[in-house]
């Protein structure tokens, strides 16, 4: 009995350690305020700081391309972090021990959700991915907690402005505090209502109360008990108060000073009010003027969304958004470049977070000891939380940690600290990683980017009928290829013996069935399709190029292409002249519905691509 009480007693201390643990970890509108000084401290003493986001979506409309360019993939990465919401924002912060040449780590998961503030306040409107929500549901992320007590946020330029309209509004309330407004008609159907107040103000200066409110009335109302009291009840003083649960009543008082202090509370309450609304842009304002190391894991669409919700909308140009990353983050590391580049990559064939953390906590490499730095604030390698943003960024640090390590090593220097100034991360300091992207393995925040050598790769105009196989066929003379669909109608091919290149366009002509394009022609047309658009035009997609001059007619119109018989390549080879006697037919008098074909995003694995040197 005595062996089960014990036990008893070891469960009761291991659930509260992790309740309290969770409480303090976990942020939300209700403990931010008090616990952002701790986390400030965190911050400005750390060694490096790391972060991860969950979100309501990933990709809007258009998927990424393995041919994308950094300024084409920023398009897309643009598109999603205005459309979806980053909901859940996990931070860790490192601090290195010389003596002991360990770390220790203190985390917090913040719940934010742009709560309106005030009427004047943003009310933004958002997309969600159902696979996305699917994904976190099964991650056992609390909606509830979000919506409910999620801490709210606004850009400094939000801020600014609610702060301005509320100073105004509350200078021109000063202004006419005691100048009678013009006189209102009473309706009919008001007449009682002002009745009840008169007879309530009656009583209350008969009364030994100092205040009371009047509530229940809509802004109207609120206007005629003005106006009545004014004229009717010169002594008492009247100011509008917003009551916690954001009702608005009339505060009454006999006290004809008390109406300055009740006013000049109400502006204090007001700007205070939005100065909390600012909320959660306060961390990662800290963030900003600490200059800090700042690392993540494929952390590119963390950026972007950081940026664009808590700071300011991202620019229209990839230079742009270059100059505001370096602006906002001086010192950025992302592992999965590291991760992918040599000399890792010879030691690292899975990068995906947890299969990372998995490798390197193995010979050759080391992992030093990590603490957790504050009671309650800080996970341990056996928590196993993936998906949970704090988490994430906790391992994120714990692989950086250990991979700084292993170049240590490699470069015959002693184990140490690391920090924005640490010289063997200088070759991946501010590098986004680029997914699939083999030839242009990142962003270059901090200077030109890689621009590969395309000869090898084609654009493609199809019939919508045609697949993968059908393609593969017009290229079979040349060797093997791999196929990536833009659309339904648009391929890029790109061959794996890159000998054969020159012969593609001299050989293969564009005709009624298909149209092909080089690599560079592509480009070409994607900027003269931007040039258009500046100048007013409707481009809709960075997938159709211009129309070239040989595919127009006497009068300049576009040439309309052949008939298509839905007879593929595939099927004209499989068949052979039974294919061209049916083409012979006659076509019936009501044509046969069309049938449509969905089809799946094609990955192809082995790319033929060469790593680039490093700048």
Known sequence: MRRYAVLLGRFKDLFCFNFVRKRKMDVTRHNFKSLLPDIEEAIRTASFICIDGEFTGLNAYRGISPFDLPDQRYDKLQESARQFLLMQFGLCTFHYDEKSDSYSNQAYNFYVWPRPCSRQAPDPRFLCQTSSLDFLISQNFDFNRLFRDGISYLRPAELEKLRAATLERQEYRRNNMNTPEQKIAIPADQEAFLSTVCDKLDDFIKSEERTIEIDRCNSFQRRLVYQTAREKFPSLSLSGLTRPGGERVISVSKDTDNQKKLADLQDQTEIADIEEAFGFSKVIQIISESQ???????????????????????????????????????????????????????????????????????????????????????????????????????????????????????????????????????????????????????????????????????????????????????????????????????????????????????????????????????????????????????????????????????????????ANSGITPTLERTFGSGVQEEREKKRPVSPEPKTTFKRSKSVVEDKAFEEPPWD
């Open 292 to 562: 800090k190391l700042v690392i993540g894991h494929n952390m590119v669409l963390d950026v972007c969304h950081t940026l664009n919700q808590f700071c300011h909308p991202l620019p229209e140009t990839y230079m742009d958004f270059k100059d505001m990353v370096s602006t906002v983050f001086p010192n950025i590391i992302d592992t999965k470049l590291m991760a992918n580049t040599i000399p890792f990559k010879e030691e690292i064939y899975n990068s995906s977070l947890s299969e990372l953390f998995r490798i390197v906590s193995e010979k050759p490499y080391v992992m030093p000891t990590i603490s957790a730095r504050k009671y309650g604030c800080g996970y341990t390698e056996a928590d196993d939380k993936y998906h949970e943003a704090g988490y994430d960024a906790f391992i994120t640090g714990l692989c950086f940690i250990s991979m700084h390590r292993r170049l240590t090593k490699l470069c015959g220097s002693k184990p140490r600290g690391v920090d924005a100034e640490t010289m063997e991360i200088k070759p991946f300091l501010n590098k986004l990683y680029l997914m699939k992207v083999s030839d242009i393995p990142y962003m270059n925040l901090g200077g030109e980017d890689i621009m590969p050598e395309r000869s090898h790769v084609f654009y493609l105009s199809i019939p919508r009928e045609w697949k993968t196989p059908d393609v593969a066929l017009l290229f079979a003379a040349y060797g093997g290829v791999n196929v990536f669909w833009v659309n339904d109608t648009s391929v890029f091919v790109s061959l794996k013996e890159r000998s054969w290149s020159t012969n593609i366009l001299k050989e293969m002509k564009s005709n009624g069935m298909f149209e092909i394009h080089s690599y560079d022609s592509y480009l070409q047309g994607l900027q003269k399709e931007r040039e258009r658009s500046l100048l007013g035009g409707n481009a809709q997609s960075s997938a159709v190029l211009p129309v070239k001059p040989d595919t127009l007619d006497t009068n300049g119109q576009a040439k309309k292409r052949s």
